[in-house]
Nanobody, 127 residues
Framework: QVQLVESGGGSVQAGGSLRLSCAASGYAWEDYSLGWFRQAPGKEREPVGIIDSGGSSNYSFSVKGRFTISKDKTKPIWYLQMDILKPEDTAMYYC?????????????????????WGKGTQVTISS
């Protein structure tokens, strides 16, 4: 079983940057796609982006060009680099992983195949 732990959240001013990490424990992590999601108070959870096991990625329109997902080459850690942060990026950020999630499934149903979820890390952006 895969366990995911997010870290790196915090409070920054608009225009700043943060890098979130998602560390996995378990086996065969190389086969997993990893998605990032966020949920702001009073709003529904929304997808942020996904990276598949081959390193290809896709992003939601609201973060494209500002956020980048990457994967450590030697350790089971994924990153979400967030630049040019805006107050509307304030949310709890979650990572999720699964072997059947792909860029194609993510574009149609972002939570499909996301079998394992972390508990989240809070990001707060002040104006």
């Amino acid at each position: 079983q895969v366990q995911l732990v997010e870290s790196g959240g915090g409070s920054v001013q608009a225009g700043g940057s943060l890098r979130l990490s998602c560390a996995a424990s378990g086996y065969a992590w190389e086969d997993y796609s990893l998605g990032w999601f966020r949920q702001a108070p009073g709003k529904e959870r929304e997808p942020v982006g996904i990276i598949d096991s081959g390193g290809s990625s896709n992003y939601s329109f609201s973060v494209k060009g500002r956020f980048t997902i990457s994967k450590d080459k030697t350790k089971p850690i994924w990153y979400l680099q967030m630049d040019i942060l805006k107050p509307e990026d304030t949310a709890m950020y979650y990572c999720a992983a699964g072997t059947t999630a792909t860029l194609w499934t993510w574009s149609r149903n972002p939570v499909y195949g996301m079998d394992y979820w972390g508990k989240g890390t809070q990001v707060t952006i002040s104006s």
